[in-house]
């Protein structure tokens, strides 16, 4: 159940609330907005909403029907913005993140970065575990390309984002990552969510396969329920029966979850299409329905890359891109910098 508290309520009140529902056995979730203070009661034991309303300072109580709480706009009406290296997501701002898809040389990373930068790109994703169907295909480097990459990036002055493949790798990513990855095949890994509640970094939380939007937002509310507000949700493509694509991405997500959700969701048409002449008009597209971010695949040789160089852009296509995103984001009454 979500508490609204009344306007400019003390904090003893607030204090007093938070004190009543835990002594009851709910997890409490504070969220300040620009009028209320809301408060969200996270539990499965039964209590009379009418003890609640009773206290001091309490304007409302809200039953809320849906699995997911926090993550609704319900529990905060405002939008979540997240700031990593001056980049904002959420709020009116795109935030871009470019990159290869995999690790592959320090050489690789450093000539990429070189270029990007060029593009005012402050964050910067590449795969050092990489999740293949096959188990003959590259795996990734591991630590050693986490590594290089944080070299790399702080040469560049840029920050980067990595997938987590399991719980036993926080610590290892804490150390060298800005914003941890959750991969579509993790999306309802209940134990790593939960883990990345623990994580002091932001989370890109992508959507599985065939997730529907409710299974991803509950996905969200394992992180946030465990103690990381700082989820981004990424829409990276659903599985459908068209095969001319790698995936079918579902740029309807973007309206449909930033009315039910207050966290900010980016695309990621690189794997969302698979193929490099279908990247720029999917990112054009996705702007203009309202994203708050973009995950692009950049490779300064992708014609040569051990993975996924079909769908990544060379540095000049993504400068060309950039400069179009930059016309079309006013438009839609957007930001990027």
């Not at 193929?275 to 992708?302: F, N, T, W």
């Not at 890359?305 to 400069?323: F, R, T, V």
Request: hydrophobic share 40%.
């Amino acid at each position: 159940m979500l508490i609204i508290m009344r306007e400019n309520v003390s904090q003893d009140c607030i204090d007093k609330v938070v004190q009543f529902i835990e002594a009851r056995g709910f997890q409490s979730h504070v969220s300040k907005g620009e009028l209320h203070t809301v408060i969200g009661a996270v539990g499965s034991k039964i209590i009379d909403p009418r003890n609640i309303e009773l206290l001091d300072g309490v304007q409302e109580v809200i039953k809320i029907s849906s699995g997911y709480k926090l993550s609704s706009r319900i529990f905060k009406p405002e939008d979540t913005i997240i700031e990593v290296n001056g980049v904002k997501f959420g709020g009116g701002n795109v935030g871009l993140i470019a990159g290869p898809c995999t690790i592959e040389s320090y050489e690789q990373l450093d000539k990429t970065a070189e270029q990007l930068k060029k593009s005012n790109v402050k964050i910067m994703r590449g795969g050092a575990f990489k999740p293949r169907t096959s188990p003959y295909a590259f795996q990734g480097l591991g630590e050693e390309g986490l590594k290089m990459f944080r070299s790399v990036a702080d040469n560049h002055g840029m920050a980067i984002t990595s997938e987590i493949m399991e719980s036993s790798q926080l610590d290892m990513f804490e150390k060298y990552v800005d914003i941890f990855q959750i991969g579509a095949r993790n999306m309802q890994n209940y134990n790593l969510l939960k883990d990345m509640g623990k994580a002091t970094k932001p989370i890109i939380l992508k959507r599985g396969l065939s997730a529907t939007f409710e299974e991803w937002l509950l996905s969200a509310e394992y992180i946030l329920s465990s103690g990381n507000p700082n989820v981004i949700l990424c829409e990276r493509g659903i599985r459908t029966f068209e095969k001319y694509t790698r995936n079918t991405l579902d740029l309807s997500a973007i309206p449909v979850v930033k009315k039910l959700s207050h966290l900010p969701i980016i695309t990621d048409p690189s794997h969302g299409t698979g193929l490099r002449d279908k990247v720029a008009p999917m990112s054009r597209a996705s702007v203009a329905a309202g994203c708050d971010g973009l995950l692009i695949e950049v490779h300064y040789d992708a014609d040569n890359a051990i993975c996924d160089g079909a769908q990544s852009l060379y540095p000049d296509e993504y400068n060309a891109l950039y400069n179009d995103l930059k016309q079309i984001a006013p438009v839609v009454h957007k930001t990027i910098l």
